[in-house]
């Protein structure tokens, strides 16, 4: 069977970082190496941990932007060669924040290493707008799937990372990646996040007049 670029796609809690834990455990469980990775740049679970809402939790490689990662990978392939294993999947938490080139470069790694790729990770920012990892991995996976949740409205599935600031008003301006988790994003539909954007407009022309 050909290796494949998987991208599993879904907004803020809706347990993909469960879903990842759970299959590299099922992976392990039956004797498959695994390579697990997440970007540096998130910061929330400490050096080197995945955490998931649920508590499952597990050690994994953090990798910076700078990272080649078809080298790193064939490294670390090459070593559990010469230990006469064989590497059969990487699995990425937080793949929204690769660049474009290391996306690349992990279909490099299904393609000429013939090891399966398993990203995890958010579509948009809290503008709806996709992050460059995620736009590049749209283009080149094999297989996407979004994993779903149902916004609080209870009509909707989530769609929106809408972001706060501590006084609870929804922000609508400021940089893509701002690293945080409850305590300043919540996942509601698209109806929701515009209906919560026109509040905020309203109360501003509100103290304006």
Same mark, same amino acid.
């Given at each position: 069977?050909?290796?494949?670029?998987?991208?599993?796609?879904?907004?803020?809690?809706?347990?993909?970082?469960?879903?990842?834990?759970?299959?590299?455990?099922?992976?392990?469980?039956?004797?498959?190496?695994?390579?697990?990775?997440?970007?540096?740049?998130?910061?929330?679970?400490?050096?080197?941990?995945?955490?998931?809402?649920?508590?499952?939790?597990?050690? /994994?490689?953090?990798?910076?932007?700078? #990272? !080649?990662?078809?080298?790193?990978?064939?490294?670390?392939?090459?070593?559990?060669? *010469? $230990?006469?294993?064989?590497?059969?999947?990487?699995?990425?938490?937080?793949?929204?924040?690769?660049?474009?080139?290391?996306?690349?470069?992990?279909?490099?790694?299904?393609?000429?290493?013939?090891?399966?790729?398993?990203?995890?990770?958010?579509?948009?920012?809290?503008?709806?707008?996709?992050?460059?990892?995620?736009?590049?991995?749209?283009?080149?996976?094999?297989?996407?799937?979004?994993?779903?949740?149902?916004?609080? /409205?209870?009509?909707?599935?989530?769609? #929106? !990372?809408?972001?706060?600031?501590?006084?609870?008003?929804?922000?609508?301006?400021? *940089? $893509?990646?701002?690293?945080?988790?409850?305590?300043?994003?919540?996942?509601?539909?698209?109806?929701?996040?515009?209906?919560?954007?026109?509040?905020?407009?309203?109360?501003?022309?509100?103290?304006?007049?």
């Amino acid at each position: 069977m050909d290796s494949k670029l998987y991208f599993y796609h879904g907004p803020m809690g809706s347990s993909k970082s469960a879903r990842l834990l759970t299959t590299a455990y099922d992976f392990e469980e039956k004797g498959i190496q695994i390579m697990v990775l997440k970007p540096s740049l998130d910061t929330r679970d400490g050096e080197g941990i995945i955490r998931s809402r649920t508590s499952l939790e597990r050690k /994994c490689i953090m990798i910076d932007k700078e #990272i !080649n990662l078809y080298k790193a990978i064939k490294a670390y392939k090459n070593v559990l060669a *010469s $230990q006469f294993e064989t590497l059969k999947w990487v699995i990425i938490d937080e793949c929204q924040f690769l660049t474009e080139e290391q996306v690349d470069q992990l279909s490099d790694v299904v393609d000429f290493l013939d090891v399966n790729v398993m990203c995890f990770g958010l579509r948009t920012d809290f503008q709806s707008h996709l992050f460059p990892g995620s736009k590049r991995l749209f283009e080149l996976a094999d297989d996407i799937e979004e994993i779903k949740s149902t916004c609080e /409205c209870g009509e909707r599935k989530t769609s #929106i !990372n809408a972001r706060f600031d501590e006084d609870g008003e929804i922000v609508t301006e400021g *940089s $893509q990646v701002e690293i945080g988790g409850n305590d300043k994003y919540k996942a509601v539909c698209r109806k929701c996040w515009k209906n919560k954007v026109r509040d905020k407009l309203l109360k501003e022309n509100e103290t304006l007049n």
